[in-house]
């Protein structure tokens, strides 16, 4: 099934889903990324739901302090969650964030608000630095996918696990840069993320 909502975003919810993700994209792109409709579709096919949305109108993206306002950000992606949350085709469904670049800023603060029990998160190549102040409030297992030639991102993410108080994995793709565009890049992060989120999901609904 697939529904188109007022705000620009596409839904897909497979029959007998496990669970739900959000996908939450970075800063200069939007719900129509290649890499995250990529993804999209391997969890499609693993049984997942998935909702990609934008975060900004194209008037707000103008302004380009808004890309980095990760406060803003977490706030839309908050309203998704809610708005997933009673669908009637998505009601009781564990969720997921995937987030990339800024992006994972965001799903990781978002993660971290109070009443707000998401399952679990992947970031691609993200950004976590950026919601630092929120990650010791994190409780869902966080799964990091960088680069190996991406050696700042590296580092970000390396120093965000440190403060991670949940379950936590850092993966590195080797050779991959930030966007992996390297051959085979791309689907180890859907694989990864594809095990990470069915994994957690089953654990949940067990």
């Known amino acids: 099934m697939k529904?188109?909502?007022p705000v620009p975003g596409d839904l897909v919810v497979p029959d007998g889903a496990?669970?739900?993700?959000?996908?939450?994209?970075g800063s200069g792109s939007s719900r129509l990324s290649p890499r995250n409709r990529y993804v999209?579709?391997?969890l499609n096919e693993a049984g997942?739901?998935?909702?990609?949305?934008?975060?900004?109108?194209?008037?707000?993206?103008?302004?380009?302090?808004?890309v980095f306002d990760i406060g803003l950000l977490t706030r839309r992606l908050l309203e998704r969650t809610a708005w997933v949350r009673e669908r009637p085709a998505t009601a009781g469904l564990p969720i997921g964030y995937f987030g990339a670049s800024t992006g994972a800023a965001a799903?990781?603060?978002?993660?971290?608000?109070?009443?707000?029990?998401?399952?679990?998160?992947?970031?691609?190549?993200?950004?976590?630095?950026?919601?630092?102040?929120?990650l010791e409030a994190v409780r869902a297992p966080a799964l990091l996918i960088v680069g190996g030639r991406d050696p700042v991102v590296l580092r970000l993410n390396e120093e965000a696990q440190r403060r991670l108080n949940a379950e936590s994995?850092?993966?590195?793709?080797?050779?991959?840069?930030?966007?992996?565009?390297?051959?085979?890049?791309?689907?180890?992060?859907?694989?990864?993320?594809?095990d990470w989120f069915t994994g957690h999901f089953s654990a949940v609904r067990r």
């Open 18 to 25: 496990r669970g739900m993700v959000v996908f939450v994209h």
């Open 48 to 66: 997942l739901g998935t909702l990609l949305f934008d975060l900004l109108t194209p008037q707000e993206e103008a302004a380009r302090e808004n």
């Open 107 to 134: 799903a990781l603060a978002a993660a971290a608000e109070p009443g707000n029990p998401i399952t679990a998160i992947v970031s691609r190549g993200g950004r976590p630095d950026l919601a630092a102040e929120k």
């Open 3 to 5: 529904e188109v909502w």
């Open 169 to 194: 994995r850092l993966s590195v793709v080797p050779g991959a840069t930030h966007l992996f565009e390297e051959p085979g890049a791309l689907e180890i992060v859907a694989d990864q993320a594809s």
């Open 40 to 42: 999209a579709g391997a």
